[in-house]
Each structure stands twice: as C-alpha cells, then as structure tokens.
C-alpha cells in the first residue's frame, strides 16, 4: 500500500507520460461537434431541396427558386467549391469559365471563421450560407451536403454536381469537362434512368471513387469502434473513395435525403488516424444505393505519392509546366481526368502563363 507523500508523488509522475500515451486510443479526438441547431437548420434545407425536386417532378415545370443561378432550359454544371481559405486560383477559373454563362452555377461554402475574401467576377454572390468545417471530420460531409442542397433548390437544370476546393484547378477547357460528363451514358441502372418527367434528364453516371480492398479498410470501418456502425453498415458494405466527385442530379437527391447512414458517420471517432468521414461516407451511401450507376473512380487527380499526414504531394511554382499538365489528365480509366489538386496559392502565374497554350488546349 502506497502511503508515503513521496511515493504518491513518484507514482502520479511516472503516470504523467502513460497518460499521454495512451489517452489517444483511450478517448475520442477533438472534433468540431455539430450543434443541434445547425443540423436542425441543414435538415431543413435537406427537406426543402427534396420536397422541391419532388414538386418539380410532379408538374414538369422548373422552379421560380433561383436566387443564385438563372433558369433556362440548357442542363448545367454545378461546380462546389468548398474551402477554408482565399480563392487563390480565382483567376484561373474566370479564365476557364469565361464565354459559358449558360452552362454552369457556381457555390461556394466558406469557413466562415477563416474570413475567406469574396473576389469578384464570377465568384461574385456564390457564397453559401455556410458552417465551421475539420478536416477529417463530419462537418465536411455536412458542408458537401450543404452545396449540394443549395445547388438542387437554385436550379432545376443543375445536372452534375461537381465537388471542389481551392486548391483544385481545371486540366481542360470548360467546353471539354462540359462534353465529357454530357457524352451519351450507357443506361445501366434502374436508378439512373431518364425520368421523362422531370426537366433535367437522370440517366448519366456519376463519377465517383468507390474502393472496397484498401489495406487499411478494417481499420478505417472500425475508427468510431468495432461495432459502431451496425446494422446500418456492415464491414462488407463499407466503401472508401476520393471527396472529390461528381455527382448526377438523381444522386445528389440520394445524398440529401440520408439520415439512416447519416446518424452511423456523425458519430465520434475513437481512432483519429483511421477517421476520414468525408472519405468514408459519400462512397458507401452511393455503393449501397445504386453501385451500377457509379463509376467507381473519379474526376480529380490528386498525388500521394511522398504524402505526409494524410496530405497529398503540393505542386509547387517550379513543377508547373505543359508537360505536368498533360501527366495529370493521364488515366487509366475510359475518361481523362478534368481536375487536379493539389496546388500552392503561389502557382497561379506559372499556371495562368501556361493556360492558352496547355491547360485550355484540348
């Protein structure tokens, strides 16, 4: 029996570094939680977007909700920009959209604590009402799911919904993403069908990572604990995949309307090194909903190769150059990749010096 003021201290000392060590695999990390009220506010909007989509169907008639995107009969490309910072490659961007007003919406879901400066150009008023977001948290499913939203309410002709961050730039000219995600699908799923009542046709496939035998997918599953994810989500309905998609319109409608595995991927994780929600949860609730109506790989390019913490390779000023562009579209999938990430604020001029002569030169 301890007794002793001495030996007492000597024991809570040598306690001090077991305390550290094993207070990680012990207790949950630090994760923004979701206020109630933010969710009940995002549920709301959820509700509103399917409730309108449900409307639209019924009538065949677009909607009069478009504050932010304007309403003609030409389908379009919703581009969700979801960042934590400036828009650095704005001007890349302008130059990419420039010429192809009718064919495209933009929204942008900004950090509101990271004061994020609202640049002008198309950028102007495509700001979102928009939360907190962690990396490696579920505020980022929740910010995804709020452009998302937000894109289905404005516009009936928002047919894609792309899934972007600051960091990313085009590989291509805006003429051939538009080409490339509009060619003529292969009808190859009941879901994913054209409607013949709705305005905007839901027969193309989304383009979406869904991987099933990554090495650390065990772990990945048992992040919130071994059984936390039940009966929801058995281990062998579990998906993993880029956060960077490119969603059809009948699939983002999937994704606003989830609670069921919504209440599964909010919950805290016990292993923080395992946890990535965003990573996790968009793959699973689409493979589980219609897998035949995915790709199962995606649009964006992104380097792993040297990454450090979770984080992929940043390209820097000096690795800019015509031939990085044309290594990035490489791939081994039926389609060119059409984005890439992820980039240094301080490559915008290499980029933009290169952007007539590469980058737009398809």
């Excluded at 002008?120 to 928009?130: K, S």
Aim: net charge positive.
């Amino acid at each position: 029996m301890v007794s002793s003021p001495f030996a007492i201290s000597a024991v809570l000392l040598l306690s001090i570094p077991v305390l550290f060590l094993l207070a990680p695999r012990v207790l949950p990390p630090r994760e923004i939680p979701i206020p109630p009220l933010d969710e009940a506010d995002d549920l709301a909007l959820f509700r509103r977007a399917a409730a309108l989509d449900s409307a639209r169907s019924a009538s065949n008639l677009p909607s009069s909700f478009a504050h932010l995107g304007a309403t003609n009969p030409k389908l379009k490309i919703a581009f969700l920009f979801l960042t934590n910072s400036d828009l650095h490659f704005a001007p890349l961007w302008e130059q990419f959209f420039r010429g192809n007003e009718d064919l495209y919406n933009i929204y942008v879901h900004a950090d509101p604590t990271a004061q994020v400066a609202h640049p002008a150009g198309v950028f102007e008023d495509r700001f979102i009402a928009a939360k907190k977001t962690q990396r490696a948290s579920p505020t980022l499913i929740s910010a995804a799911r709020r452009l998302l939203a937000t894109a289905l309410l404005d516009d009936p002709y928002n047919a894609f919904f792309a899934i972007l961050s600051q960091q990313c730039i085009p590989l291509h000219s805006f003429r051939f993403v538009h080409s490339t995600l509009f060619a003529p699908p292969r009808v190859n799923s009941a879901l994913s069908v054209e409607s013949t009542r709705m305005p905007v046709p839901l027969r193309y496939s989304s383009f979406i990572e869904i991987l099933s035998n990554t090495s650390s997918l065990w772990k990945r599953y048992t992040a919130r604990g071994r059984y936390a994810m039940l009966p929801e989500v058995p281990f062998s309905r579990f998906r993993v995949g880029s956060q960077f998609f490119v969603l059809t319109r009948r699939h983002a409608l999937v994704v606003v309307k989830d609670q069921r595995l919504w209440k599964k991927f909010k919950l805290p994780c016990w292993s923080s090194d395992s946890c990535y929600p965003e990573e996790h949860y968009f793959p699973t609730l689409l493979s589980m909903a219609d897998p035949n109506g995915c790709t199962h790989y995606t649009l964006t390019r992104v380097n792993w190769t040297g990454s450090t913490h979770g984080h992929p390779h940043t390209y820097r000023p000096a690795e800019v150059s015509p031939e990085l562009i044309y290594r990035l579209r490489q791939s081994n999938s039926n389609h060119s990749y059409l984005f890439a990430r992820k980039f240094s604020p301080d490559c915008l001029q290499p980029l933009m010096d290169i952007a007539d002569t590469a980058i737009f030169q398809d």
